[in-house]
């Protein structure tokens, strides 16, 4: 952090978007891998019900952090290269600080002394409040790592986010799995695990940063509050929500079971288990989604600021109808592979969760392309406008819940959010046509693709070859322009290719 050794301190050098990209998709590649890892291990490991609790407890941390401090660390991407530019960045991180440690010591001091009803609503029994206790101070940490993640990513350090990222995943790999080892195999050792993880990242972190200047210019004065705050808040009020209702899109099915199944506490947070081992593999579509969207959005914005906006439309619509495809070959192989996966690595134990698997894996390629369709109100400056499509799916996904649920247990619930995940996505497209995307037929089948693998494999994989036919044959999926501008890209990127290697030969002889 910027302070009284700026002076003695040497200047830091931001990543450029290339390097950004790279480090962000190699550090996600090995994190994603470490991940599954240690996920198949909890669920080798504990019981259904104690890996219900700590799937609970990570998801309330997940909607809390950012709800604690007013979603003010999500406009540092916005804002801090400006006060940089200024001369303001110290008194910009003094003051988001001290706001950011007042509110999250007000949160935490709410959960504390309202422990045993936040126990009923996350756990679903007020006796696991002492657990509650113990994620009330974990939170704290949550917001520690996400606050410094949030200041280096808007001073385009990437590497230092990612640096972070690998830290933390392998100390809670490390740590949660010793401490389930030698202390108390339950919820209790993942999210201790958790919390220590996140602290003893961002302490690194922070120590690191001490040795550089981030101040590119003199200090100046600065703002005062009144011209400080407004236009930042403003802007972090928005994203705020916007992170509020897909967190909350993201856990709602969780609290539905818990409290709307009509099943005893253990019983409820047992099928939250078996729920949270059909998603561990499916989940991973949605981390490459949202690496594509990354990657796509500063290219994106780019071509629509040069004025070629319907060019930029045309990217998106064809990034959509190839992800669709793509994530719908992958989870071809996630069904294949799925019943050797649960029989074996997951000892038979989460049946239910392969069970409802197929319609797992497809709310998981929905909210994928949900992301990819978000793109362009990203590029269009239109932000707010990805909050209605989440809200209406929100809606939905509660209502589905209380009708599904009662009659067909966990398949309803997931049943629910898969199909209110496709109301989002169709209520996404309909407002990005509304701003100026025109949709074409293979966008509303890109759109309802993934209900095939719903259905279970046999039913995906006799719709493959007809999606084959399709895409091979007809203009019905991409259009003529977009098939060639395919063969184009990869026309450019294997003759670039062929230039290094034949660079590489004349090098060598």
């Excluded at 914005?301 to 495809?325: M, P, V, Y």
């Amino acid at each position: 952090m910027p302070g009284g050794r700026e002076a003695r301190a040497t200047a830091i050098r931001p990543d450029t978007l290339l390097g950004s990209v790279a480090v962000l998709l190699l550090v996600n590649v090995v994190q994603r891998s470490i991940g599954f890892g240690r996920g198949v291990l909890f669920c080798r490991w504990l019981a259904p019900e104690s890996l219900g609790e700590w799937d609970m407890a990570y998801g309330f941390l997940l909607l809390a952090a950012p709800v604690a401090v007013l979603g003010l660390p999500g406009s540092f991407g916005r804002y801090i290269e400006r006060y940089r530019q200024r001369g303001q960045l110290t008194s910009f991180l003094w003051r988001t600080c001290a706001w950011a440690g007042v509110l999250t010591s007000i949160a935490v001091l709410v959960l504390l002394l309202g422990r045993g009803w936040f126990a009923y609503l996350v756990f679903g029994d007020a006796g696991q409040s002492s657990l509650l206790v113990l994620v009330a101070v974990v939170l704290a940490t949550v917001v520690l790592h996400h606050f410094l993640e949030a200041v280096f990513a808007g001073l385009r350090v990437f590497r230092v986010v990612s640096a972070m990222h690998f830290a933390q995943s392998m100390l809670f790999a490390g740590i949660s799995l010793s401490l389930l080892l030698w202390w108390r195999c339950d919820a209790w050792s993942i999210v201790a695990g958790y919390g220590l993880a996140c602290l003893v990242s961002a302490s690194v972190a922070m120590v690191w940063a001490r040795r550089f200047q981030w101040q590119s210019i003199e200090g100046v004065a600065a703002d005062s509050h009144r011209d400080f705050w407004p236009p930042l808040i403003r802007f972090a009020v928005w994203v705020w929500i916007t992170a509020l209702l897909s967190n909350l899109f993201t856990v709602i099915d969780r609290y539905m079971i818990v409290h709307f199944s009509g099943l005893p506490a253990d019983t409820a947070l047992g099928l939250v288990g078996c729920y949270h081992t059909s998603m561990l593999v499916p989940v991973l579509l949605i981390s490459v989604a949202n690496l594509l969207t990354g990657a796509m959005t500063p290219h994106l914005s780019h071509q629509w600021e040069t004025g070629d906006r319907d060019g930029a439309g045309k990217r998106i619509d064809t990034a959509f109808k190839l992800a669709s495809l793509g994530m719908f070959l992958a989870s071809l192989c996630v069904l294949a592979v799925a019943p050797a996966l649960f029989h074996l690595a997951f000892g038979g134990k989460y049946d239910e969760g392969l069970f409802v698997l197929p319609w797992a894996v497809a709310s998981c390629v929905w909210f994928s392309l949900l992301l990819v369709a978000q793109t362009y109100v990203w590029c269009a400056e239109e932000s707010r406008h990805a909050t209605l499509p989440m809200l209406i799916g929100l809606v939905g996904n509660v209502t589905l819940n209380l009708m599904l649920l009662p009659v067909l247990g966990l398949l309803g619930a997931v049943m629910a959010t898969a199909l209110a995940t496709l109301l989002a996505l169709l209520g996404q497209n309909l407002v990005n046509w509304r701003l100026g995307l025109t949709p074409t037929t293979g966008t509303f089948v890109a759109a309802l693709l993934p209900l095939a693998l719903a259905m279970g494999l046999p039913t995906a994989v006799a719709t493959s070859g007809l999606i084959a036919f399709v895409v091979l044959f007809t203009p019905w999926m991409l259009s003529v322009d977009q098939c060639e501008e395919i063969v184009s890209v990869i026309r450019r990127h294997l003759g670039r290719l062929s230039w290094r290697r034949r660079g590489v030969l004349v090098q060598e002889g």
